[in-house]
């Protein structure tokens, strides 16, 4: 019988090359996974259940609790999805038009802005897949994907052989670290890890760009000109170079601006591509299904027929603005993700959560509606880190509730 792959939903690498066998409806046996992916994957340490005020609930008085907490809210606010499917996000942002809420997801504190440069073809990318078959010099800058997507540097960035770096990583490719820390991935990067002070990052950008510039480049850390010249040789002289950009450096710059100044110099002198390190599996998806329908990719408030975009309109804002009167969360935990001020306002309004996994905020929300786990128990499709779409279908049957359909039950009970 022919090998049949599935696709881990662990992270946003969307690995497809996956193997598993099944015995009595659960996963017995996952192969090709990394530990990350078998935790997603395999059941949740502590699976949801549908509660209203803390007392178990069937789905439906679940459903039609939340339907009428949107329907008496002002103001709602409707975040997460970035662990849900495509057709999913698309139905949250139809019940955010339905009900005139606000719309955000993570990216808005994170990876959103180099989102957003590449959706405007500010940033020039390419597909991971690229990476693999030509990339020569790999950056990995604030980011250890040893850790965070640990099959990263096998799969596609710098172990693999493909079609013009056929001789393997040692002597077809260099692989370049520039973090704060000597993480795994610096580790792995040798004598090619570049340590600088925290938030040196824009100070290290410009240094790179007067040496690309044929100035002589200053910093006021301890790296000297020379090392900074020998990076920037480094760079001059890829053939087909990538960038992939961790949180380390989007905490760092006060916004991409810095990012696409060096992108720019880089593509004066040399072939350069940007790829962000996503972390949940489909974040990017919103994003592109956002600005799809509305031109942002976050932090957006449906109006009428109106659209409201801006800082105001993010997570953070609205929470700390007391500008929401309740909210929606769709497998994302900003309980735990937030910073503890900003997150306590989540206690003083009504919550609904939909999560397969009980979380942080699932135990002090309102309603908490169980669902499945999107790879495992249902199939889909979802944008990977790099902007390629992936298909995926389900690995276990279940006649439980996806994200999507229990989105469609809220609409159809509003
Ligand atoms: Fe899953 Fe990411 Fe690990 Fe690949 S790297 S197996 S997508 S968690």
């Given at each position: 019988m022919e090998q049949e792959y599935y696709v881990c939903?662990?992270?946003?690498?969307?690995?497809?090359d996956i193997e598993i066998e099944i015995t009595d409806k659960k996963l017995s046996k996952i192969n090709n996974a990394c530990l990350k992916g078998v935790a997603r994957l395999k059941e949740c340490a502590e699976p949801a259940e549908c509660k209203v005020d803390g007392s178990n609930v069937n789905i439906d008085d679940a459903i039609k609790e939340a339907a009428s907490i949107l329907k008496n809210a002002s103001n709602p606010l409707i975040f997460g999805m970035g662990n849900s499917t495509t057709s999913a996000q698309k139905k949250a942002i139809e019940l955010a038009k339905t009900t005139n809420a606000y719309i955000d997801d993570t990216s808005s504190f994170c990876q959103g802005p180099v989102i957003e440069a590449i959706l405007g073809d500010r940033i020039k990318t390419c597909t991971l897949d690229e990476v693999k078959d030509y990339s020569d010099v790999i950056v990995y800058w604030g980011a250890d994907p040893s850790n965070s997507h640990p099959r990263h540097l096998s799969k596609y960035t710098y172990f693999p052989r493909g079609k013009e770096r056929q001789?393997?990583?040692?002597?077809d490719r260099t692989a370049i670290c520039i973090d704060v820390r000597k993480s795994d991935t610096a580790i792995i990067c040798g004598d090619k890890f570049y340590q600088i002070p925290p938030q040196a990052d824009e100070e290290l950008i410009d240094a790179l760009v007067a040496a690309l510039s044929g100035k002589v480049p200053k910093v006021?850390?301890?790296?000297?000109p020379k090392k900074i010249l020998e990076l920037a040789n480094m760079l001059k002289k890829a053939k087909f170079g990538t960038i992939c950009v961790g949180l380390g450096l989007i905490y760092s710059i006060p916004d991409v601006e810095p990012l696409v100044r060096l992108m720019n110099k880089l593509n004066e002198v040399s072939n350069f591509h940007l790829i962000p390190m996503v972390g949940q599996y489909n974040m990017r998806g919103f994003d592109h299904n956002l600005h799809e329908e509305?031109?942002?990719?976050?932090?957006a408030r449906f109006q009428e027929s109106d659209v409201e975009h801006g800082p105001q309109c993010s997570i953070v804002e609205l929470l700390r603005t007391k500008s929401v009167d309740a909210a929606l969360i769709i497998g994302s935990d900003p309980m735990s993700s937030l910073p503890g001020t900003i997150a306590k306002?989540?206690?003083d309004i009504p919550v609904i959560t939909i999560d397969p996994c009980v979380t942080m905020t699932s135990r002090k929300a309102k309603v908490a509606i169980a669902s499945v786990t999107s790879g495992s128990e249902c199939g889909g499709t979802a944008i990977r880190m790099d902007g390629v779409e992936v298909e995926f279908k389900p690995m276990i049957p279940t006649d439980d509730l996806s994200d999507e359909e229990i989105l469609s039950r809220i609409m159809e009970a509003l």
């Open positions: 939903t662990g992270c946003a690498l969307l690995c497809d001789r393997g990583w040692e002597e006021s850390f301890g790296m000297g509305t031109g942002y990719i976050n932090r306002e989540l206690l």
